[in-house]
C-alpha cells in the first residue's frame, strides 16, 4: 500500500479538527445542561438548526450572516429560559427531560419543514467562498470561524464557571442545590440564566452550520450520536471537555477516512467512548 | 427533475392505464372518487427527493382531474409521510389497504421503502406500480411493475453506457476513482463500475466507500484530490454529491471528470458554486449557443454542472425536449410507452434520455444502446474545455 502523502495527512488533519470544533460547540450546551441542570436536552440539536434555518433566511434577506448573531442569540436565550422554566415548573425529571426534549425536537423539525420544506437549502454568502492557503493546505473560511467561535465560548464559559461569583455558584448549583439555596444563592435565576446560555450557544452553532453545510430538517439527527459521545467523553459540565473530546474524534474520524475505509470512521467515535467508559467508569 | 417528473408520472400513468384496460369508458370527472394510495419520504434523510415526487404528483393528480379523471371519476391520491423509514412504510401500507380502502397502490420513494410495500401488496394481492427501485434482482412479486425506468441490471446497463461514452470521448480517461455510499441500492451499482471500469483497463487510483449519513466529506475530498484520477464515479445519494463537491471546492480541487449517480433533484441546481461559476451573457460555449439556437436544450436551468447535464442529454437525444411533442409525452400512459429490447439498457443512463429513446421506439425508430453512448461521448467532447463536469442520471 502506498503511503499517503503529507499534504493529504496535512489536510485530514485540519478537517478533523474543524469537524471537531463544530462537535465541540455543538456539544457545549449540551454538556453544560445535562450537567449542571441535569437536563438531558436533545432539542439542543433542533434549537442549533433552527438557528442555522434563520441565519439562512436572514442573511437571505441581506444581512450579514455574523451580524444575526444579534437577533439569534437574544431570541434563543429568551426561548432556551422559557424552555427550562417550563420543565421547571412541571418538575421534568433528568430522564424524563430527554423524552420531553425529543418531542420538542420533533416539534421543531416540523416547524422547521413547515417554514422551509424538506428541501435541501444552501446558504449563500461571502464567507463561503473564500479559502486560505498554507503551503499546500487549503483552510475554509466558514471553518476557520466555527474554531475560533467554539474556542472562543468554551474558554469564556469555563472562565466564567472558574473564575466568577455568578459561576462558581452555578457549580455549586451543580454540586448540590438545596445546600446552595441555603447558603443564598438564586437557584432558580442561575438556572434560567444557565439555560439561556445553552440555547444562545445553539443558536451560534447554528451560524456555524449554515456556514459550512447544507440544510435539511432531517439532518437534525446525524449529528446526535457524535455529538453525545463527545460530551460524554468530555465530561459533563465541563465546557473546555466538548471541544477537546470533539476534536479527538473528529481528528480520529478524518485520519481513519484519509488511512483506511471511511466507512469505518463512524466506529471510531463509539469505539473511544467504549474505552473510556470501561478505563474510567466514573467519568461520566 | 425531469426524471422524477416523468418516474411519478410514469407510476400514474400506468396505474391509469391499468384502470382504462378494464373500464374502456371515459366522461367528464364525476362519482365518488378513485382513491390511489402510496407513501412518501416527507421527511427524513430522503425528505428532500419525496417532497419533490409529491410536487410532480399533484400536479398530474391536478392535471389529471382537470380533463377526464380516471374511469370518468375524479382521482384522490391519498399519500402518506413514511419519515424515509421502511418499517413506517410497512404499517402505512397496511393502513392504505385495510383503513383507507383504497382502489390502487403506488409505490413510495427509494429502494427499501418499496421493498416494504411490496411485502404488503404481495400479502394482499395487490398490484404495485412503483417507481424508484434500485435492486430490481430483490424484486420477486408478480404483480409489481416498475415504472422508473432502470434496466434490469443497473449495475452493468449504468456503468456500461458512461464508461462507453468516457471511452468514445476525445480524451478517455485513464484512470478512475470510485467513491460511493454504502447505501444499497447505490452501493451494488457502483460494484458494477468498479468492474466496468476494470474490464477496459482503467487504472483505479482509489476506491471509497462511507456509510449513508456521512458527515465530513473532507478527508474523502482530500484522498481524491492525492489519487489524481481522470475520472470519479461518485455513488452518492441525494445530497452526498453535493457534500462532496463542496469539501473539493474546499480544498481547490475538482477532477476533470465526475459522474453522480442519484443525486437529489434540487440541490445541483440550488449549489451556489454551481450558481456562481455560470458564465456571462455572451461567453457561453459555442456548442451550448449552437444547441439552445437549434433548440436542443429545452430552458437554461442555472448552474454550470447541471446545464452541461441538460446539454449532455439533449444532445444524446439529438431531438427537441420540451416541445409540444414532449409535454404530450407525460399524459401518455406509460403501458404504451414501455422500452423494448436493447432500449431498456440505454433507458438506464436517465430518465430523460430514457423518455426520449421510448418516444423513439413508438415511432419506430431504432437507437440502439451504442449510439447513445456515441452521442453522449460526444456531448462530453464537445464541453470537454469547460473546468467542471457534472453528469448525473
Known amino acids: 500500500m502506498a503511503l499517503p502523502s503529507l499534504t493529504l495527512l496535512g489536510q485530514s488533519l485540519l478537517s478533523g479538527i474543524f469537524i471537531g470544533a463544530l462537535y465541540g460547540l455543538l456539544g457545549l450546551g449540551l454538556s453544560l445542561s445535562w450537567g449542571m441542570l441535569r437536563q438531558i436536552n436533545l432539542a439542543h440539536f433542533a434549537l442549533a438548526f433552527l438557528g442555522a434555518y434563520l441565519t439562512y433566511q436572514l442573511a437571505g434577506a441581506g444581512m450579514d450572516p455574523l451580524a444575526t448573531l444579534a437577533v439569534i442569540v437574544p431570541c434563543f436565550f429568551a426561548l432556551g429560559a422559557l424552555m427550562h422554566w417550563l420543565l421547571a415548573r412541571f418538575s421534568v425529571s433528568a430522564f424524563n427531560s430527554l423524552l420531553v426534549t425529543f418531542g420538542l425536537t420533533a416539534i421543531i423539525e416540523a416547524l422547521i419543514q413547515w417554514i422551509w420544506t424538506a428541501d435541501f437549502r444552501r446558504m449563500e454568502s461571502a464567507y463561503g467562498e473564500v479559502k486560505f492557503r498554507v503551503g499546500g493546505l487549503y483552510v475554509a473560511l466558514p471553518e476557520l470561524l466555527t474554531l475560533a467561535m467554539a474556542l472562543a465560548l468554551s474558554l469564556a464559559a469555563w472562565a466564567w464557571l472558574r473564575h466568577t461569583y455568578t459561576g462558581k455558584a452555578m457549580r455549586a448549583i451543580a454540586e448540590d442545590a438545596p445546600i446552595a439555596a441555603a447558603f443564598g444563592v438564586d437557584v432558580r435565576g442561575l438556572s434560567l440564566l444557565l439555560s439561556g446560555l445553552c440555547a444562545a450557544f445553539a443558536g451560534v452553532a447554528g451560524l456555524c452550520l449554515a456556514l459550512s453545510y447544507t440544510l435539511a430538517p432531517g439532518q437534525i439527527y446525524a449529528w446526535l450520536g457524535v455529538v453525545f459521545a463527545a460530551v460524554m467523553l468530555g465530561g459533563l459540565g465541563n465546557p473546555l471537555g466538548p471541544l477537546v473530546a470533539g476534536i479527538v474524534i473528529g481528528v480520529s474520524e478524518a485520519l481513519t477516512m484519509a488511512f483506511t475505509a471511511p466507512a469505518w470512521a463512524p466506529l471510531v467515535s463509539f469505539s473511544l467512548l467504549i474505552v473510556v467508559l470501561l478505563a474510567r467508569p466514573g467519568r461520566i | ?393
Not at chain 2, 143 to 169: C, E, R
Open chain 2, 1 to 393: 427533475m425531469p426524471a422524477v417528473n416523468h418516474s411519478v408520472r410514469a407510476a400514474f400513468g400506468a396505474l391509469l392505464a391499468l384502470a382504462l384496460a378494464a373500464h374502456a369508458a371515459l366522461a367528464a370527472p364525476s362519482g365518488p372518487p378513485v382513491r390511489i394510495g402510496s407513501t412518501l419520504a416527507l421527511t427524513g434523510p430522503l425528505a428532500a427527493t419525496g417532497l419533490v415526487h409529491k410536487i410532480v404528483g399533484e400536479i398530474y393528480v391536478e392535471q389529471l382531474n382537470r380533463k377526464d379523471g380516471l374511469l370518468g371519476r375524479p382521482v384522490e391520491w391519498v399519500l402518506k409521510d413514511d419519515q424515509s423509514r421502511p418499517d413506517l412504510a410497512r404499517t402505512l401500507y397496511e393502513q392504505l389497504i385495510t383503513v383507507d380502502k383504497v382502489d390502487l397502490m403506488m409505490g413510495p420513494y427509494a429502494t427499501a421503502n418499496i421493498l416494504s410495500a411490496m411485502g404488503v401488496a404481495q400479502r394482499y394481492n395487490k398490484v404495485l406500480i412503483h417507481h424508484t427501485f434500485g435492486t430490481p434482482s430483490l424484486a420477486k412479486y408478480d404483480m409489481q411493475f416498475p415504472a422508473g425506468g432502470l434496466a434490469g441490471d443497473p449495475d452493468n446497463t449504468i456503468p456500461k453506457v458512461v464508461f462507453d461514452a468516457l471511452a468514445a470521448s476525445a480524451k478517455p480517461p485513464k484512470s478512475v476513482a470510485v467513491v460511493t455510499s454504502k447505501f444499497p441500492s447505490v452501493h451494488f451499482i457502483s460494484l458494477g463500475a468498479r468492474e466496468a471500469a476494470k474490464k477496459r483497463g482503467l487504472r483505479e487510483v482509489a476506491f471509497l466507500e462511507w456509510d449513508f449519513g456521512n458527515r465530513d466529506f473532507g478527508p474523502i475530498a482530500a484522498r481524491l484530490k492525492d489519487a489524481k484520477p481522470d475520472f470519479v464515479w461518485v455513488g452518492g445519494l441525494g445530497l452526498e454529491g453535493n457534500l462532496l463537491i463542496d469539501a473539493m471546492r474546499k480544498i481547490d480541487y475538482m477532477p476533470p471528470l465526475h459522474f453522480h449517480l442519484f443525486p437529489a433533484p434540487g440541490p445541483l441546481l440550488k449549489a451556489p458554486p454551481a450558481v456562481h461559476r455560470q458564465p456571462r451573457r455572451g461567453r457561453v460555449h459555442p456548442a451550448l449557443s449552437r444547441a439552445r439556437r437549434q433548440g436542443r436544450i429545452a430552458r437554461h436551468v442555472g448552474g454550470e454542472s447541471v446545464r452541461h447535464f441538460v446539454f449532455l442529454l439533449a444532445d444524446a437525444r439529438g431531438g427537441r425536449h420540451g416541445g409540444k411533442e414532449h409535454r404530450r409525452q407525460g399524459h401518455r400512459p406509460v403501458a404504451e410507452e414501455k422500452p423494448r429490447g436493447r432500449h431498456r439498457g440505454a433507458a438506464a443512463l436517465g430518465r430523460p434520455l430514457q423518455l426520449h429513446l421510448r418516444q423513439r421506439s413508438l415511432q419506430g425508430e431504432a437507437e440502439p444502446e451504442r449510439q447513445v453512448g456515441r452521442h453522449l461521448a460526444e456531448g462530453i467532447r464537445r464541453i470537454g474545455r469547460a473546468p467542471d463536469h457534472t453528469v448525473a442520471t
